[in-house]
C-alpha cells in the first residue's frame, strides 16, 4: 500500500526534520549573504540578457507566486516525515547553494532590465520578493533550482495528479522570476539545470543505508558532545579537540568520537550526571549483556539511553581490529562500574585499594584513547602520569564527589576526621580537620613526585607517535597543580614550591 502523500510526523521525528531546515535556512543565509556581499565589491558583471527579453511584460502580481516557493518547501515537513526522508533533499539544496554561490563569484552577473516601481496592492508583496533576491546573485537562479528540487523531490512519492501539480507550481515559480524581472532566462535554464543534475547525484548516495547510519551516529555523538559541555565547559573544548583532530581525516577519526562519547555517556550515568529510571548499575549490566550478546531486545526503560549507547558501543566496537583492544572497553566499563558499587554501598577504601583503582582506570581509558589515535605508545609506558591523571581526578571533583557519595579519600583518613568531630563525607568539614589537610598536603606532594617523575618518562618517549598526547596529558595536570588547586586550596600554595624529585 502507498503511503499518503502528506501526513503528520511524529513528535521525535517533527523534532529532527525541523532541525534539518532550520539548519539549511541558517546554512543558506550564511553561504547565500556572505556571496551576495563579496559581489558588491566587483566593478561590474557579465550581461547574459537575450535581445527578446526586452520584450517580457513586468507584472508586479506575480511577486506572489516568486514569494510561494517558501511555500512549497514548507511542505516538505508533511512530505518527507522522517529524517532519513528529509536529509537527501534537505543536502541536495545544501549542495546547490555552494555551487550557486561559487558560480555567483567566479561569474558575477549585471541585470539588464528597467528600473523598476511599484505602487498600489502588489508594493509590499513585490517588495517581499526583492527582499528575498538580496543583491547580484543571479546566474544561477536558486529560486528555480529550490523550486524544481522540490518538484523532483515530491514527485517521488506522488500519484501523477500531484507530480503535474508539483511541476506546474515550478513553472510558475520560474515564469515569475522573468515576470518580476528578477532574473534572466539563462539564470532560470541555469538553475533548472542544476536541480536536475544536482538531485540526481546527490539523492541516490544519501539514501545510501550506510550513509544515513554514519549520520546517525555522528549526530548521536554531536549530541551528546552539546550536552557534555553544558554540564562543564571542559568537555565543549574537549569537543573541539576532537572535532579538530577529525579534519582531513574525518573516517579514521570517527572511532575517537565515538569512544569518548560512548564512555563518557557511561560514565555519567555511573555518576548520576545523567539520570535513569532505577539504580544506574542495572542498566549499565544490561547495556554490557547487549553488546557482548549481540542482544536487540528493547529495554522497558531509559530507551533514549538505551539505544544511544548500544549504537555508540557497537561502533565503536566495529572500529577497534583487535580482540584486545575490545575487550579493554568492557573492562573499563567493569571498572567504572566498581564506582558506582562503592556509592551504592557507602564503601570507604584505603590509600593503596583507591590508587590502584584510579591506575586501573586511566591505564584502561589512556590506553584505549592512544590505540584509536594509532599511536605507537602505550599508557604502560607512563606508569607515573597514569598515577597523576588519577591523582588529578580526585582532586578536581572531590567536593562532587563526596557529595554524591563517591568517597575518594581513604578510610583511615575518614576514620581519624570523624574522631576530631569532623564529617569525612562532606568536603569544607574534612578540609577543616587536621588528618583531612594533612592528607591533602601529602597528596599533593605525592603529586609533585608523579610529576616529575612523568617529565623523565616522556622525555624518553620522545619522537614516537602518540608521545605529544601524554604530553598534553601532563601539561593539563601540571597546570592543575600549580594553578588551579593552590586557588581552590590556599593552604597549599606554601607547599607548591616544593619540587621532589
Not at 550506510?210 to 565547559?233: K, T, W
Not at 584505603?350 to 590505540?371: I, N
Request: overall charge positive; glycine content about 6%; hydrophobic content about 50%.
Amino acid at each position: 500500500m502507498t503511503a499518503a502523500l502528506f501526513g503528520w510526523p511524529t513528535r521525535g521525528e517533527l523534532k529532527r526534520t525541523a532541525a534539518l531546515a532550520v539548519g539549511f535556512a541558517l546554512f543558506f543565509l550564511a553561504v547565500y549573504g556572505g556571496a551576495s556581499w563579496v559581489t558588491g565589491f566587483y566593478p561590474g558583471g557579465l550581461r547574459i540578457d537575450l535581445p527578446f527579453e526586452q520584450h517580457i511584460p513586468f507584472i508586479p502580481g506575480w511577486a506572489a507566486v516568486y514569494v510561494s516557493m517558501d511555500a512549497l518547501l514548507f511542505l516538505s515537513l508533511f512530505i518527507f516525515r522522517t529524517w532519513r526522508q528529509m536529509l537527501p533533499f534537505a543536502l541536495a539544496l545544501c549542495a546547490e547553494t555552494v555551487i550557486g554561490a561559487l558560480c555567483f563569484l567566479v561569474f558575477p552577473v549585471e541585470v539588464a532590465w528597467a528600473p523598476r516601481a511599484v505602487t498600489g496592492g502588489w508594493m509590499q508583496v513585490f517588495q517581499l520578493a526583492d527582499t528575498m533576491n538580496l543583491e547580484r546573485n543571479y546566474l544561477p537562479s536558486l529560486h528555480v533550482a529550490f523550486a524544481c528540487t522540490a518538484a523532483l523531490a515530491y514527485s517521488e512519492r506522488s500519484g501523477p495528479v500531484a507530480r503535474a501539480l508539483f511541476a506546474l507550481w515550478a513553472l510558475a515559480i520560474a515564469a515569475s522570476t522573468l515576470l518580476i524581472h528578477e532574473h534572466h532566462l539563462v539564470d532560470v535554464l541555469a538553475g533548472a539545470l542544476l536541480a536536475w543534475g544536482t538531485w540526481r547525484v546527490v539523492a541516490p548516495r544519501v539514501r545510501d543505508a550506510a550513509f544515513l547510519e554514519a549520520v546517525r551516529v555522528e549526530a548521536l555523538c554531536a549530541r551528546e558532545l552539546y550536552r557534555f559541555a553544558r554540564r562543564h565547559p571542559r568537555y565543549g573544548l574537549i569537543a573541539l579537540a576532537l572535532y579538530q583532530q577529525s579534519v582531513g581525516r574525518w573516517r579514521k577519526a570517527r572511532r575517537a568520537r565515538v569512544g569518548f562519547c560512548f564512555l563518557q555517556l557511561v560514565d555519567d550515568v555511573l555518576d548520576g550526571d545523567r539520570p535513569v529510571e532505577g539504580e544506574p548499575l542495572g542498566h549499565i549490566d544490561a547495556l554490557l549483556v547487549r553488546l557482548e550478546t549481540g542482544a536487540t531486545d528493547a529495554p522497558r526503560t531509559s530507551v533514549e539511553f538505551h539505544d544511544t549507547a548500544t549504537t555508540l558501543g557497537r561502533v565503536l566496537l566495529a572500529e577497534l581490529t583487535e580482540a584486545r583492544t575490545r575487550a579493554q572497553v568492557f573492562e573499563l566499563v567493569r571498572t567504572m562500574r566498581k564506582d558506582r558499587e562503592r556509592v551504592r554501598d557507602g564503601r570507604w577504601w584505603d590509600a593503596s585499594t583507591l590508587q590502584a583503582h584510579h591506575a586501573a582506570t586511566f591505564r584502561l581509558s589512556v590506553g584505549l584513547m592512544l590505540h584509536v589515535a594509532d599511536a605507537q605508545v602505550r599508557a604502560e609506558d607512563a606508569p607515573s602520569l597514569l598515577a597523576a591523571l588519577g591523582w588529578c581526578s580526585v582532586m578536581r571533583d572531590l567536593r562532587e564527589d563526596l557529595a554524591q557519595g563517591l568517597f575518594n579519600v581513604p578510610a583511615d583518613v575518614a576514620a581519624d576526621a570523624r574522631a576530631s568531630g569532623h564529617d569525612p563525607a562532606d568536603f569544607d568539614a574534612l578540609l577543616a580537620s587536621d588528618a583531612g589537610r594533612a592528607w591533602a598536603v601529602s597528596e599533593y606532594q605525592r603529586a609533585r613526585a608523579l610529576l616529575d617523575r612523568s617529565a623523565s618518562e616522556l622525555a624518553s618517549l620522545e619522537g614516537r607517535p602518540g608521545a605529544p598526547l601524554l604530553r598534553l596529558f601532563h601539561r593539563s595536570v601540571e597546570s592543575f597543580w600549580a594553578r588551579k588547586l593552590p586557588r581552590r586550596l590556599p593552604f597549599l600554595r606554601p607547599a607548591s614550591a616544593l619540587r621532589t624529585s
